[in-house]
């Protein structure tokens, strides 16, 4: 399955780095979104993107800066992270039909900050 | 709060029937979700119920009771690779989808 794909798949960074975490979505849908999956803990809804424009920020950290150029590209921006960021995040899209759609994931960022 | 419930972990035999349960407590209701994730892979989803009821789909069912706030998975003809976590979320009435943290399943031959 390569619906959504994301790069790299493993990130290693320190407290002071700078990196980009990138997502394509090749089924044609317009919404997509940044989750946080910590171990053992419910996925947590980062950033939507509906139609290019963003229509959620859960109240994340400014150290996460989200950016869509395109209905088909998604990149989440970081810098300064803490230890505690370390977490697989995964970015999911969707067709929006009013709140009835399915969505699809991407295998992820496992991402580690030291 | 939004709350979902599911066990942490189960486990159960090759060839058997498990269910997995999943209780809900959020701010309206517009459909519940299970999706199913291996280990180091993307969740893919298995199954949507918005109307009370059993929906079957092959060696899966998903049942919904809305009124008791209450999900469950049934998964039959078990086999080793439906080892993997089974995510329940919820749809509220905002159209945000609330997530369960999700239950381990665990296949012994």
């Known amino acids: 399955e390569t619906g959504v794909t994301q790069t790299p798949r493993h990130l290693v960074m320190g407290m002071t780095n700078k990196k980009s975490l990138k997502c394509e979505q090749h089924?044609?849908?317009?919404?997509m979104y940044w989750y946080k999956q910590s171990a053992k803990k419910p996925l947590e809804l980062m950033f939507v993107y509906n139609f290019k424009e963003q229509t959620e920020n859960n109240s994340v950290p400014s150290r996460f800066s989200p950016e869509c150029p395109n209905s088909s590209h998604l990149f989440l921006h970081l810098h300064t992270l803490q230890p505690e960021d370390s977490a697989l995040y995964l970015c999911?899209?969707?067709?929006?039909?009013?709140?009835?759609?399915?969505?699809?994931f991407g295998p992820g960022t496992r991402l580690l900050v030291l | 709060g939004q709350n979902i419930d599911q066990p942490t972990e189960m486990t159960a035999t090759e060839g058997a029937i498990v269910q997995i349960n999943c209780t809900y407590q959020t701010s309206g209701f517009n459909g519940l979700f299970w999706y199913q994730q291996h280990a180091g892979e993307a969740p893919t989803f298995l199954s949507y119920?918005?109307l009370d009821g059993l929906e079957e789909k092959g060696r899966f069912s998903s049942f919904l009771s809305r009124s008791k706030g209450y999900s469950y998975l049934l998964l039959k003809e078990l086999q080793m690779k439906d080892s993997a976590s089974y995510l329940c979320?919820?749809?509220?009435?905002?159209?945000?989808?609330?997530w369960g943290a999700g239950t381990k399943l665990i296949i012994k031959p």
């Open positions: 089924l044609g849908h317009n919404a």
């Open positions: 979320a919820v749809r509220d009435s905002n159209y945000q989808l609330i």
């Open positions: 119920n918005v």
């Open positions: 999911a899209s969707s067709q929006d039909k009013g709140g009835q759609e399915t969505q699809y």
